[in-house]
């Protein structure tokens, strides 16, 4: 079964870390572009970061630059998400996709990544405490 799955979320209090994975079962993850996405409740889904599966190559929403991690865990087909420095304002629904297309290069911190994404997991709760 072709499917995504994400883990690694909870509670945690403001200012520690968190690793969300992405598992990916049925393909090969490695031949994909992979996204994080997050979404509260009453807003859109926002595009968080991306990873190409070309070249290997990262692209962060603003937000969320210089704190979060998108990587590959080489042999394990999965994609890792290490959020640093977590703030209230965190705390979402955390969702990871693939597209076989080339990932956009802009947009990311808004929800217009999502429509080029065409696989998703059933997401992951993160809370940040304050």
């Known amino acids: 079964q072709v499917q995504l799955v994400e883990s690694g979320g909870g509670l945690v209090q403001s200012g520690r870390s968190l690793l969300l994975t992405c598992t990916a079962s049925?393909?090969?993850?490695?031949?994909?572009?992979v996204g994080w996405f997050r979404q509260v409740p009453g807003k859109e889904r926002e595009g968080l970061a991306c990873?190409?599966?070309?070249?290997?190559?990262?692209i962060y929403a603003d937000s969320v630059k210089g704190r979060f991690t998108i990587s590959r865990e080489v042999g394990k087909n999965t994609v890792t998400l290490q959020m640093n420095s977590l703030k209230p304002d965190d705390t979402a629904v955390y969702y990871c996709?693939?597209?076989?297309?080339?990932?956009?290069?802009?947009?990311?911190?808004?929800?217009?990544?999502?429509?080029?994404?065409?696989?998703w997991g059933q997401g992951t709760q993160v809370t940040v405490s304050s």
């Open positions: 996709a693939t597209t076989l297309s080339p990932p956009p290069l802009a947009g990311w911190g808004t929800s217009a990544p999502n429509r080029a994404f065409g696989l």
């Open positions: 990873i190409s599966s070309a070249d290997g190559s990262t």
């Open positions: 049925g393909f090969a993850l490695d031949y994909w572009a």
